[in-house]
């Protein structure tokens, strides 16, 4: 109360003798919470000092994972340095912790919102001021954290032609400049681009140079390029292996990914490995796990307010909800996580997510909102150019005509047709099997067991690995009631 009736001019006075008393008697405490020194400072008008403290309570809390805090700190120091007159240091300073800011917000407002762009296109700026008066940056990977952010709002609001596009760019200015880092998260990102856009062969060739270059002492940079790199490959690489055939490999590389991330204990890469891991392991059939994933990256996401992360787990709960003969609900959750992940400007694997709506609306007999859901996933990967799981779309729009009434067959068939041309034409083998079993089956059940049985046999004698998984297992009980 008393603190309420003070003038302005005594309050300043008093905050400062507080952070002069700080700094002078509690170094400690100030080491630990510069967001409190930030304050008092603030509060004195000293803004000079009060901007380097909130720059180093933003900077560590993005190191604790305390996303929401580091974007309100950053902001603030961001906002006090506009105050000052301009010097290189506080050039160099502005263009640091607006790079930092970007980070926090890549995950607490979603890598293609608004809020993230904005603070992309600022850092952008700040960094072009710089150079237009001649002076060097301090970091030579301040442009690749810019360049990393457009191509990461790129794949978020999937643009299948920008991110490869982005990717090469980056990797090319990386080679050019001969810098380790930047040409490990080059592959990293073309490595990434070519694998959501159908081209897991060079995908995974990218992924395993990403990760050749590889070391420990990378691992600060999670806070720099949205996650850590070796955790991020780990995470993503499974989508290629997993296409191409090689089910085993793919969850050898969930697992590893998994251990790396809770090791490392930064909430960039835990969001990133909870969210992607799901993926392969629902496409082995391992639910159990991925389930506890999914679950565990919606709590986190709640506990962080990271909307575009908790969209993405609320998908893939309701994925497994259907996988698991709960179909009403799998509708609920995946059209609620399609709901939010478009509020955030999110549309990254909407076409997978759709093509597991589509089949929970036809397991609960409505087909009106099954063949749009598959459509929907078809006019989507035409436009956004994501065709990593293209032929599982087409060969789940042959399933549903076969629930229809009148059970189209030439319908199916076509589809399946289809299927396996993408399946061929991306050497997509986990693909193929599925496409070639929908087939079979649709063979077997018109007469033609013969010709059913020598389209799935050499598909199915292809794999070397992953005799454990659903998909594997089908085939063999398939192959083995065709040939009796």
Known sequence: MAYSTLLRASRQALHARIAVALESHFAEIVEGQPELL???????????????????????????????????????????IETLPVTSALRREQIRLQLALTNARMHVNGYASLETKTSLHQARLYIERAEAVGEPLEDPLALFSVLYGFWVANITSFD????????????????????????????????????????????????????????????????????????????????????????????????????????????????????????????????????????EVVLLADEKGALQWKAIGTMMQGVLMGLTGEPAGAVQRIASGIRASSAVGST????????????????????????????????????????????????????????????????????????????CEQQAKSWELRATMSMARLWRDQGKRNEARKLLAPVYGWFAEGFDTRDLKEAKALLDELAA
């Open 160 to 295: 299948g032609d920008s991110v490869r596009e982005l990717a090469m760019d980056f990797l090319t200015l990386a080679e050019r400049q001969g810098s380790t880092v930047a040409r490990m998260i080059g592959h990293r990102l073309l490595g990434r681009s070519l694998i959501d856009t159908g081209n897991s062969v060079e995908g995974c060739r990218h992924c395993d140079q990403a990760l050749a270059l590889y070391d420990p002492e990378h691992r600060p940079l999670a806070t720099r390029f949205g996650q850590d790199t070796e955790v991020s490959v780990l995470s993503f690489r499974p989508f290629g292996l997993w296409v191409l055939g090689y089910p085993d490999r793919a969850v050898a590389d969930t697992t590893r990914a998994m251990k790396r991330a809770r090791e490392i204990a930064q909430a960039g890469t835990l969001f990133f490995t909870l969210v992607h891991t799901p993926f392969p392991l629902v496409l082995a059939g391992d639910y159990a796990t991925a389930s506890d994933h999914a679950d």
């Open 38 to 80: 930030a304050h008092h400072c603030t509060e004195a008008g000293l803004n000079e000092k009060a901007e380097i403290q909130w720059g180093k309570a933003g900077q560590r809390s993005l190191g604790l994972s305390a996303l929401k805090e580091a974007v309100a700190q950053l902001s603030r120091a961001l906002a006090l």
């Open 348 to 423: 990254i694997w909407m076409p997978f997510h759709l093509c597991h709506l589509a089949k929970a609306h036809a397991e609960l007999g409505q087909l009106d909102d099954a063949w749009h859901s598959i459509t929907e996933a078809m006019s989507t990967i035409e436009k956004t150019k994501e065709t990593w799981c293209e032929a599982e779309v087409y060969r789940v729009a042959g399933e549903i005509a076969l629930m229809s009434p009148e059970s189209d067959t030439a319908r199916a068939e076509a589809y399946f047709e289809r299927s396996l041309e993408i399946a």
